[in-house]
């Protein structure tokens, strides 16, 4: 699956997500617009540093599920940080354009 379908799958199927303690809802497009900036800016990076960009999230798991990104290696720190890269950063662009996320 390519970055685009992936992210129009996501935008359909999974578009939030609850934040911890009530505190609402977040949109897993933002999330996925800053690891696309990540992405043009590094090839590979790690999941904290979407979340010091955006917030708290569940996990880049999803994104991985939906095709958007891949994980890169083996976590380190003691299993609390991923490596990821986006195999197809144009069309998440293309994606995130159409969404108006661009």
Excluded: H
């Excluded at 379908?5 to 999330?31: Q, S």
């Excluded at 800053?34 to 540093?49: K, L, M, N, P, Q």
């Excluded at 010091?52 to 095709?67: H, I, Q």
């Amino acid at each position: 699956m390519s970055g685009y379908e992936g992210t129009i799958r996501l935008a359909r199927e999974k578009r939030y997500f609850n934040l911890p303690f009530g505190r609402g809802r977040g949109d897993w497009l933002r999330v996925v617009k800053a690891c696309y900036e990540e992405a043009i800016r590094v090839e590979v990076f790690a999941g904290s540093w979407i979340v010091d960009k955006v917030g708290w999230f569940p996990s880049l798991r999803t994104l991985v599920k939906y095709g958007i990104l891949e994980k890169v290696g083996v976590t380190v720190r003691a299993g609390r940080r991923a490596y990821y890269r986006m195999p197809d950063p144009e069309g998440v662009r293309r994606a995130l354009e159409q969404l108006g996320y661009l």
